[in-house]
Nanobody
Framework: QVQLVESGGGLVQAGGSLRLSCAAS????????MGWFRQAPGKEREFVAA????????QYADSLKDRFTISRDNAKNTVYLQMNSLKPDDTAVYYC????????????????WGQGTQVTVSS
């Protein structure tokens, strides 16, 4: 069982940066692939980024890879999402998720989810 708690969301002006954190409970955190997804009002949840347990393999949504960076610190049971050059279209609830298997862009593969953190980017 893994419990996930996101933090770091908030209101930021366009062009600004935020770093989201996701703290995980459970001794097996280091074995999980971790992902970030987001959901804007009226839209489906979409993949943002994922990172394998080792931190060596990452995947990004093509439209975000130049601005967002995912990382993890297994010693702290935490995964991060650094978001730069934010745009109003980045406004969404951001969720972290844990996958016991391989890295995936598909939300259905993830076994555990956090409650989400709101990111609002003003123009």
């Amino acid at each position: 069982q893994v419990q996930l708690v996101e933090s770091g969301g908030g209101l930021v002006q366009a062009g600004g940066s935020l770093r989201l954190s996701c703290a995980a409970s459970g001794r097996t955190f280091s074995t999980y692939t971790m992902g970030w997804f987001r959901q804007a009002p009226g839209k489906e949840r979409e993949f943002v980024a994922a990172i394998r347990w080792s931190g060596l393999n990452t995947q990004y949504a093509d439209s975000l890879k130049d601005r967002f960076t995912i990382s993890r610190d297994n010693a702290k049971n935490t995964v991060y999402l650094q978001m730069n050059s934010l745009k109003p279209d980045d406004t969404a609830v951001y969720y972290c998720a844990a996958d016991r298997n391989g890295i995936s862009r598909y939300s259905g593969n993830y076994d555990y989810w956090g409650q989400g953190t709101q990111v609002t980017v003003s123009s």
